[in-house]
């Protein structure tokens, strides 16, 4: 296979616990070519979308890696584009879900969907299964939030286009900070936020639950908040612990698997603390490497069993 991928600049990127280089090195491993290309790499000449990519090749250096000169293709030209860029989700990211989705439109096979990327909103969409998700507020009026925060008592506020746990704020009633945080996360009510109530079982860690092609992996990554933190995120100092799905874990991942499948969401990371749904990351979910290091489960070995199988 050729198979594409659209990152971050690899010079950002840790060799260690990357997720999408694990995927590389495994497609590596099994002789399919790849290529890499940054956001700016895809463009449109007249209708027909582009893209300039150059081959890679993981090396054995302190460089790791070996890339070719550019070359301008069609998307199609690729067995497969992963679109593996990080958020935030702003309007340059907005901008590509449209261009991807006019190459899928030309017959190039996009994962994930680019629709469905732009659609998936990876904190809203949890607002599609209510029955696992805490109690949540949605909005930009910081009314509306204290009210929310007087029924609750205790709730974590966060932006709708974050990653790595950037900006999430745990409020109680007795916080002396209440105004100049809501008025900061929402910018003075010109930006829309999520509430959540405080699931306090975040100090057993916020679950990452891998959905591949609508099946999840049999073990959980659980960041474990450092002493004295609020966010479980690796990105904020927590720590990953593998551990095997629960009963409930396996519904939740079971049944959101199947309708992220529907919607073309291949690769996709769940984040459940305790017993519920919290958010549904489809951009660039990780946690691969920790799983495959503490458990028997290879993440992107299962991954590409599953994307040669399309």
Known sequence: MRIALILDS???L???KDSSLAMMREAASRGHELF???QDDLFLRQEQARLRAQSFEFVDDENWFVV???IEHAPQDFDVVLMRKDPPFDNEFLYTTYLLELAVKQGARVLNNPSAIRDWNEKLSVANFPQFSPEF???RDNALIREFLRAHGDIVVKPLDGMGGSSIFRLTQLDPNISVILETI???GKRTVMAQRYLPEITQGDKRIIVINGEPLPYALARIPMAGETRGNLAAGGTGVAQPLTERDVEIASMVGKVLKQKGLFLVGLDVIGNHLTEINVTSPTG???IAAQTPCN?????MDALETL
Do not use: I, N, Q, R
């Open 288 to 290: 691969m490497v920790e």
């Open 186 to 188: 929402t910018d003075y």
């Open 10 to 12: 690899l010079h950002t």
């Open 14 to 16: 840790k060799p260690h």
């Open 299 to 303: 993440p992107a070995s299962v991954f």
């Open 68 to 70: 070719g000169d550019y």
């Open 36 to 38: 890499v290309a940054l």
């Open 137 to 139: 507020l949605v909005a």
